[in-house]
């Protein structure tokens, strides 16, 4: 991707430079640190779930980060006249916005986003990621989630940051706690007691054969509690996470400016998901860039990716846990010990 | 340099500021919903003299210290179940203590319960009350964060504690002094949740429950009667709740209901209660064209007339005919114990007993008239109001006749529809032979009755006061005197305000025509005080003729949403009693600014027409004017007036003109279709004006004049109604009236064609009205009037509509046969007519229309409270004529020393009655036989078998002329005075 042009000396430079040993980065990181991530949840107070994350410097330190903000909206969908699917559905996009961007024409900033959105909802919406709480009633209603992702400034490695401002958005996402309404025919289903005072209507209390009582007839839900803000989406830990490895044979690295990106021939982007209970998932794959790389090198880089992977991965989450708290039992304690 | 600081707070605040929920939308959308909340330091306390607020309060500073339990004062704060389910109590004169109402508690009552809530406003205004309402959500000390995992009611009750316990601590701030704890009044948590009282001692609050609290205040007595029946543990601690069997079926979930009836298993209707047989009710809903039929107890489930409840309706199979016979609660319940009906032993008896009289019914039904039938599965609004009973004497045990502890009583309520309530009461002694009102609190499904409790005694039965305001309220007449913002919204000159004389300058003069010279005449029924209605006619030099309605300009002195207009709004319309009417506008105006009396100059809103001589229309046209009118009459002395050959003077030639002119339009009117209904009408004549005890009952008569006013009336209804549609297709104020559907007419083409060998065509409002012409017997004049009566009764009645509402081919007056019609010419006694001269004024560009009156969803709204009080006002004059009629009864036969006889028609046939309709008194009774008589429900005909009559069979049918003997009997255990029918001939029935 051509988000910056750099003259060919500049990309032989920093080419050459990468691959010495020890190699140099610009800003005098090793190949495999990441910059400064910061995170943080609940920006959004209108959302279900919100995150804003920054890889390299924050707006507060000045700005100049890859900025990408991530947001979840819940709208209900009626599964019988064809809005909707049955369970649920996810639904990414991604804009980019031009202040990101400021070289790029209108259209080549919509194809960018397109890819984005494509890659994203790919990974997010498959089957296999799919949270069992977004069905309200079975072939009734259900979620539709909507997760709008935007990107606010790209200084490099924008894809770790989309799937990481994506995965802490879910994360934060609560699902508002319905309660099925319905109405079961009680035909004689009064009690045997109830039966010796009313003597009409007796003979319907035999079981019939066609008993059709487990096919449920909630047409409708209630919100029990419209103060609580709801369940965590289900599959918190499934969510996935993007390590991008740039590869410039015979190494790689991790974490690219945009001028290391921009003198990268190919990078190749795993998402991998880290389920508590099971060994890890590699969830997608990509590979951008007009280089070339054999399959037998691919393996490693996967086996390498997805310890790189494992890291990124608890951190966030520990950023994560510690967001939760902040927001919600430390603002309280403050509040009571005001 | 002004110091400028920033308020706005961080996000990561958003726990304490922002306040986040969801809500459904109609559509089914979720919605996440924000507000943001403000803490402050400045929310006052509402004590007077508060050394540390600065908001001025209405609470005395040393509290209320008359009650025996807290000695040295205290201010009350009730939790939200305290007003859900006490609010007589609060409502109550006797009951004054300083209250604390927290905002939490506001709120939540206005979420349970939007009437309660509008009560509550309401007594947070009124003088005699000290109630503060605390907002302890805003203040920052009481505010509170809602936990990990809480429920909000556990949230909201710790609200409450915490705003309890600041208050113990600012009362001595309040004091301004650091006196002892002891000394100083205390802050007492008003709550009937055991559980919230164990966390408020724990706390270290004072706290009670209603019951305590109310048993220590100086009226206890009287107080106690009204706390409502909560939960049985209060109450009843010692009675086996588990060893009674549930009478009724549960009702199902709320929620459960709603789908149900989305889904269409379900229907949803209002329930309404047969006034002839107390174990059998009806629900008209959408889905049949006969209402839902409802037999027995059960099935009924708790439902009370008036009640919207959603019935399942049982398969075909299934399906019932109502019952032809009346079955009286008095009489089967005769036995039944107010203390012992909710244990079992001698309740079995009675549901036996009720069990047999369904059964027996039920044999008999002619299969022909099956019906949907169903049950009560669910209540979606109750509409429990408070009823006027009488205590049952039979119910008070004899060994407290005279005492005053507690004891439950059955009050049975004047209203045949309802059930007896039980209730209890230490008063019943005192109560007995007054008509008392009484509120529902609840029904459970192990109790046969509603259990209710007491409001207020409203006097002795039979006296005039009484049963006039037990009509009103039964009616739900608001009859309140107008309050002082009503009565500053009058014109400052009170009764000194006259028409200011003519002059550019003069508000009242602009764009007015002056017709002060006209020949103007008024003619009203005798000893109207509200005349809103003056005509004049006048030949003019092309020979046609200009005749002109002018209306009292009442929309000049009422303007829209002033206290005035919104009473005006919410009382619908002027109510005649008997003896007395309640006016919807302050007299000021509705006798005197509005009325238009003879002799001075009024302002007036005139429809003028130019008419051929045949009647036909020339040209129309509306403006605001100052009138003169040069006479009043009654109708009588118009009718001699005219009639008399003698008169030349230019009165009578336009009484003369107009006539001419009324009985052309009458003419056209019926060509077109227009029915001529019937209804019974009578008049009292009243003794004297001290005493108004009714001498006499005699049918209203009707003369050429009046139908002269009527076609008039019409003639400039109609008018407006094109006008103001024109103007305002949205939202124009009009009034239809439904042609009826052709079933409902079925039962009274059988009866005819059955009995009497004649058609009734009822294909249209023209046909049927010829075919009405046509019922005459010949031996019986007043045979025609009764087919009227009762065609009238299978009719649909007219109602007030927004024209954007309704398609516009259901417009049209079915009665009236006019395809648009509106009510413009009472505007004084009518709030319709306000609304319709708002518009027409509009229209003529007089003045411009108030934005409410172009909002068709506020334009529904009202029509529909006017709906609601028209049909309220016409049935509460209508049982005011009963009452009267029975006084009338009651004071002839005791002049006559013997029995008062009448001739009366068969209306309706039962298994052991017979309805019949007696024409003189305008009223309509049950001839009840208590012996077996033979019943052809098919023929509609009862026969006397020869064994009762001694002689022959005598068979009575339906539209039979039969004499009946007029009894008031007095029920001695309601003293509820009741008429009393016998057959005297054919034949006399006094012992069957």
């Known amino acids: ?338 | 340099m002004v110091d400028i600081t920033i308020r706005k707070r961080p996000d990561t605040e958003a726990v304490i500021t922002q306040r986040k929920f969801f809500k459904k939308t109609a559509r089914g959308k979720v919605i996440k919903v924000l507000r943001e909340r403000y803490l402050r330091d400045d929310v006052g306390c509402g004590i007077q003299g508060c050394h540390a607020c600065a908001e001025l309060g209405n609470l005395p500073p040393a509290g209320e210290t008359g009650h025996s339990a807290f000695p040295m004062g205290h201010f009350l704060l009730p939790d939200t179940n305290v007003f859900l389910s006490q609010m007589d109590l609060m409502e109550s004169n006797l009951f004054s203590p300083p209250i604390i109402l927290l905002q939490t508690v506001l709120d939540e009552v206005r979420h349970r319960s939007l009437p309660l809530y509008n009560r509550l406003k309401a007594l947070t205004k009124a003088d005699d009350k000290r109630i503060w309402v605390f907002y302890n959500e805003y203040r920052s000390e009481t505010a509170i964060v809602r936990e990990e995992g809480e429920t909000p009611n556990d949230r909201n009750d710790r609200g409450i504690r915490k705003a309890t316990t600041w208050y113990q601590s600012h009362i001595p701030l309040a004091h301004g002094r650091s006196a002892s704890s002891s000394a100083m009044p205390k802050v007492v948590l008003l709550t009937d949740d055991a559980a919230n009282r164990r966390k408020a001692e724990a706390e270290g609050l004072a706290v009670s429950s209603v019951r305590r609290y109310v048993e220590g205040t100086k009226d206890s007595n009287q107080l106690l009667d009204l706390l409502a029946v909560v939960g049985e543990d209060s109450i009843e601690p010692t009675r086996a709740v588990a060893a009674r069997s549930a009478l009724y079926a549960d009702y199902l979930p709320t929620a459960a209901v709603l789908a149900g009836v989305k889904s269409n298993q379900l229907h949803q209707g209002h329930f309404n209660a047969n006034p002839y047989n107390y174990l059998e009710g009806s629900v008209s809903v959408p889905a049949f064209t006969k209402p839902v039929l409802l037999v027995g107890r059960e099935n009924m489930n708790r439902a009370v007339h008036g009640d919207i409840v959603a019935i399942e309706v049982f398969d075909e199979s299934e399906w019932k005919a109502p019952a032809d016979e009346v079955v009286d609660q008095e009489t089967t319940l005769k036995n039944d114990d107010a203390e012992d009906s909710d244990e079992e032993g001698e309740g079995e008896e009675v549901l036996e007993q009720e069990k047999k009289v369904i059964q027996s019914e039920e044999n008999k039904r002619p299969p022909s008239e099956k019906q949907p039938t169903g049950r009560v599965v669910g209540i979606i609004k109750r509409n429990w109001r408070a009823y006027v009973c009488h205590i049952d004497m039979s119910s008070l045990s004899n060994t407290h006749s005279t005492s005053l502890s507690q004891q439950t009583v059955f009050a049975t309520p004047v209203s045949r529809l309802l059930p007896r309530i039980r209730l209890r009461t230490r008063q019943a002694p005192q109560l007995v032979g007054q008509k008392i009102l009484v509120t529902i609190d609840r029904w459970d499904n192990t109790s046969r009755y509603p259990e209710g409790h007491f409001v207020r005694a409203l006097g002795k039965a039979e006296s005039k006061e009484a049963e006039q305001e037990s009509l009103l309220l039964e009616f739900d007449v608001p009859y309140r005197p107008f309050g002082k913002a009503i009565l500053d919204c009058l014109p400052v000159e009170g009764d000194k305000w006259v028409v200011p004389p003519k002059s550019a300058s003069s508000s009242e003069w602009r764009d007015r025509e002056d017709l002060r010279q006209l020949t103007i005449c008024s003619i009203d029924p005798p000893g109207c005080q509200d005349i809103d209605d003056a005509l004049h006619a006048k030949r003019l030099p092309n020979g046609n003729i200009e005749a002109g309605v002018h209306i009292a300009d009442v929309s000049h002195f009422v303007l829209p949403d002033n206290p005035m207009d919104t009473e005006a709004a919410a009382r619908g319309t002027t109510v005649y009693l008997v003896d007395k009417r309640i006016d919807m506008l302050p007299s000021l105006l509705g006798t005197n600014l509005c009325s238009l009396r003879p002799y001075v100059e009024r302002l007036a809103f005139s429809v003028i027409w130019e008419l051929t001589p045949d009647a036909e229309i020339v040209n129309v046209r509306f403006t605001k004017s100052v009138i003169a009118s040069k006479a009043a009459f009654t109708y009588e002395e118009a009718q001699l007036r005219k009639d008399d050959p003698h008169m030349q003077d230019e009165i009578t030639e336009s009484l003369r003109l107009l006539n001419s002119l009324a009985i052309k339009l009458k003419a056209g009117r019926m060509a077109a279709g227009a029915l001529n209904l019937a209804s019974p009408e009578v008049k009292i004549h009243l003794d004297s004006a001290e005493s108004s005890d009714p001498v006499d009952v005699e049918q209203k008569e009707l003369r050429e004049t009046n139908s002269l006013v009527e076609e008039f009336m019409l003639l400039a209804n109609i008018s407006v109604a094109k006008k103001i549609q024109e103007t305002f297709p949205q939202t124009a104020v009009l009034r239809r009236h439904l042609p009826p559907p052709r079933t409902n007419f079925e039962k009274l083409q059988d009866i005819l064609k059955k009995r009497k060998g004649m058609t009734l065509d009822v294909s249209s409002s023209g046909a049927l009205a010829a075919s009405l012409d046509k019922c005459i017997d010949t031996n019986e004049p007043a045979f025609n009037t009764l087919v009227r009566i009762m065609a009238t009764r299978c009719m649909l009645s007219a109602e007030y509509f927004c024209s954007g509402s309704v398609a516009r081919d259901t417009f049209g007056h079915y009665g009236l046969a006019s395809p648009i019609y509106t009510h413009f010419t009472s505007p004084i006694r009518r709030y319709a007519d306000v609304l319709a001269h708002r518009q027409l004024a509009a229209s003529i560009a007089y003045a411009p229309l108030h934005p409410s009156l172009h909002s068709k969803s506020h334009v529904e709204r009202v029509l529909d409270v006017v709906n609601r009080r028209h049909r309220m006002a016409q049935m509460a004059s209508r049982a005011s004529v009963e009452f009267y009629v029975g006084l009338a009864l009651k004071a002839r036969g005791e002049r006559e020393q013997g029995l008062v006889q009448e001739e009366a028609f068969v209306i309706r046939t039962f298994r052991n009655g017979l309805g019949v309709f007696i024409s003189k008194l305008g009223i309509e009774g049950l001839v009840m036989f208590k012996r077996e008589v033979k019943f052809d429900p098919d023929n509609y005909t009862v026969t006397l078998p020869f064994e009762l009559t001694g002689n022959n069979d005598v068979t009575i049918a339906v539209f039979d002329k039969v004499t009946v003997n007029v009894e008031i009997e007095k029920d001695k255990n309601t003293q509820r005075g009741r008429v009393k029918l016998t057959l005297a001939k054919p034949i006399d029935s006094r012992n069957m």
Not at chain 1, 60 to 67: K, L, R, S, Y
Not at chain 1, 165 to 183: F, G, H
Not at chain 1, 267 to 281: D, N, V, Y
């Open chain 1, 1 to 338: 991707m051509a988000s910056i042009s750099l003259s060919k000396s500049e990309k032989s430079y920093i080419q050459t430079s990468l691959l010495s040993t020890p190699p140099l980065r610009g800003d005098g990181r090793s190949l495999l640190d990441y910059r400064t991530i910061a995170l943080e949840t609940g920006i959004a107070p209108l959302a279900n779930g919100s995150a804003r994350l920054n890889i390299g410097k924050p707006t507060h330190e000045g700005g100049g980060g890859t900025e990408v903000l991530g947001a979840v909206k819940l709208e209900v969908e009626d599964v019988e006249n064809g809005d909707g699917v049955d369970g649920g559905r996810i639904v990414c996009s991604v804009s980019c916005s031009p202040a990101a961007y400021p070289h790029l024409s209108s259209n080549a900033l919509d194809d960018l986003s397109y890819d984005m959105t494509t890659l994203l909802n790919q990974t997010l919406s498959h089957p296999s990621l799919h949270p069992p709480n977004l069905c309200i009633l079975p072939k009734k209603k259900s979620w539709c989630l909507n997760l709008d992702v935007i990107v606010l400034s790209d200084s490099g490695n924008v894809y770790d940051a989309l799937f990481m401002a994506a995965r802490a958005a879910l994360w934060d996402t609560k699902v508002p706690i319905t309660r099925a309404v319905e109405y079961q025919a009680k035909r004689g289903g009064k009690n045997p007691q109830e039966n010796t005072d009313v003597d009409m209507d007796t003979e319907t209390e035999q079981q019939s054969g066609f008993d059709t009582r487990h096919i449920s007839r909630a047409v409708d839900f209630e919100l029990p509690d419209y103060w609580d803000e709801g369940e965590t989406l289900a599959g918190q830990d499934l969510w996935p996470v993007c390590v991008t490895l740039n590869i410039m044979p015979p190494t790689y690295y991790l974490d690219a400016t945009p001028q290391e990106e921009a003198s990268t021939p190919l990078r190749l982007l795993l998402a991998m998901s880290f389920p508590k209970s099971a060994s890890s998932r590699l969830q997608a794959t990509r590979l951008l860039g007009p280089g070339e790389i054999e399959l037998s090198q691919i393996k490693r880089l996967i086996q390498e990716g997805e310890k790189h992977g494992r890291e990124l991965y608890s951190a966030l989450e520990a950023k994560l846990r510690e967001e939760d708290v902040r927001r919600n039992q430390k603002a309280r304690d403050k509040f009571v010990l005001r």
